[in-house]
């Protein structure tokens, strides 16, 4: 639940304070990490603080719950194992057998694989729309329609999908609307006060931002729906674990600062690459001529730091480029504080190969770090040759 005594201060004090209350024992600053699998009861059914066993609560990892809820402006927050155990979820507590779902065309590739190989078994019926298009996303509603699910920027090709025309859609569907807020942070943006009805995330990714732990959020903008996936991430049990909640609570404390950096440091590499004779389209939605730049100027405190590419050469001179960078790390994953490159369609696009979602061959991904940007700009420059 969110701590209502922080709603009326700034995200980076919230960052910062929200959930993190002095330890009351000891004064501890920074909550501390409860190792524990159970607590003593003072007499059956005397719980201190309600909590009785760490699947259904922890201290460490409700300290990170009221922040992720007081972040994203929502009623309930709720952490989870891995980003994908958040949305497995999510859409067990919100799906039966029957029901439609509306998926973007240019998802995480984890995501669409969530969909169509496990979620789909179970009788949910599924279309891809290109939710930046709100007459394909209307197009895609049948009357089964209970969730639109929307990726914004989206990964990897930073497509921007206009949150507050999609959950009018969603409104007039009967339909809840899912943003996953992993690329954007809420930093850079509010999907709940947009009119989305859950936030997701991958924890591991900008929040956690060190590239040192695996977590899943789920935020809920109203106390019902909060309630019932509380229920669902007890009874299904992929909790985020003490550790790892203290991990990602410490992240978020320079989240503001690390996204600030992150978006100087990407503007500057576009800016080379977009004048590099090797590079054949720069994808970012700070460029003027992006589709999205606009929906992105509107949504979004700034652009973030994701920048996708394209090269002369395909996909073998794409491939070799991502061998070459020595700061940038050929790893999949992004937001952390080191500069990543990958190569989606090998990589972290490969479960999509065939679908809608399948990605160009010559397409290069970067997770623009906090590093110094003159030394990311060299590297990548040896490395395009
Ligand atoms: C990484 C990622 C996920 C999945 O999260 P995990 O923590 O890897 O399970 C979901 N959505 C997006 C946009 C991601 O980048």
């Given at each position: 639940?969110?701590?209502?005594?922080?709603?009326?201060?700034?995200?980076?004090?919230?960052?910062?304070?929200?959930?993190?209350?002095?330890?009351?024992?000891?004064?501890?600053?920074?909550?501390?990490?409860?190792?524990?699998?159970?607590?003593?009861?003072?007499?059956?059914?005397?719980?201190?603080?309600?909590?009785?066993?760490?699947?259904?609560?922890?201290?460490?990892?409700?300290?990170?719950?009221?922040?992720?809820?007081?972040?994203?402006?929502?009623?309930?927050?709720?952490?989870?194992?891995?980003?994908?155990?958040?949305?497995?979820?999510?859409?067990?507590?919100?799906l039966a057998p029957g029901d439609h779902v509306v998926i973007p065309n240019d998802a995480y590739g984890g995501t669409f694989r969530l969909f169509a190989k496990?979620?789909?078994?179970?009788?949910?019926?599924?279309?891809?729309?290109?939710?930046?298009?709100?007459?394909?996303?209307?197009?895609?509603?049948?009357p089964k329609t209970k969730l639109i699910w929307v990726e914004t920027p989206s990964n990897p090709l930073l497509g921007i999908t206009d949150i507050a025309v999609v959950a009018d859609i969603a409104r007039t569907a009967g339909a809840k609307l899912v943003v996953d807020n992993t690329f954007a942070s809420p930093y850079l943006q509010q999907p709940l006060a947009l009119g989305a009805d859950v936030v997701v995330h991958s924890l591991t990714k900008y929040m956690g931002g060190h590239s040192d732990v695996v977590g899943g959020a789920l935020v809920a903008a109203d106390e019902a729906l909060g309630e019932e996936l509380a229920y669902h991430q007890n009874a299904m049990g992929a909790v985020a674990g003490p550790f790892d909640s203290w991990v990602v609570l410490r992240g978020i404390k320079t989240l503001a600062v690390r996204m600030d950096r992150h978006a100087e440091n990407a503007a500057k590499i576009v800016e080379v690459l977009q004048r590099h004779p090797k590079v054949t389209k720069v994808l970012y939605p700070g460029l003027p001529e992006h589709p999205g730049h606009e929906i992105a100027a509107k949504q979004m405190r700034n652009f973030g730091g994701m920048v996708s590419f394209q090269v002369a050469g395909g996909e073998e001179e794409a491939v070799a480029i991502c061998g070459r960078t020595k700061i940038f790390t050929l790893a999949e994953s992004l937001g952390g504080v080191e500069s990543l490159i990958e190569h989606p369609g090998r990589m972290t696009h490969a479960s999509v190969a065939g679908s809608a979602l399948e990605v160009p061959a010559d397409l290069i991904r970067l997770s623009v770090g906090i590093e110094n940007a003159d030394d990311l700009i060299a590297d990548l420059t040896q490395a395009l040759g």
């Open positions: 639940m969110s701590d209502d005594s922080h709603e009326h201060q700034s995200f980076e004090t919230r960052a910062i304070h929200a959930g993190n209350t002095a330890d009351p024992q000891t004064g501890a600053v920074v909550p501390p990490i409860y190792q524990v699998s159970t607590y003593k009861q003072d007499g059956v059914g005397g719980l201190r603080g309600g909590y009785e066993y760490s699947r259904s609560g922890n201290p460490t990892r409700t300290a990170l719950e009221e922040n992720l809820a007081a972040l994203e402006g929502g009623r309930r927050g709720l952490a989870f194992a891995s980003g994908l155990a958040a949305e497995d979820c999510l859409l067990r507590t919100l496990v979620v789909s078994r179970w009788g949910v019926e599924w279309s891809v729309a290109d939710t930046s298009d709100a007459d394909s996303v209307r197009a895609a509603i049948t």
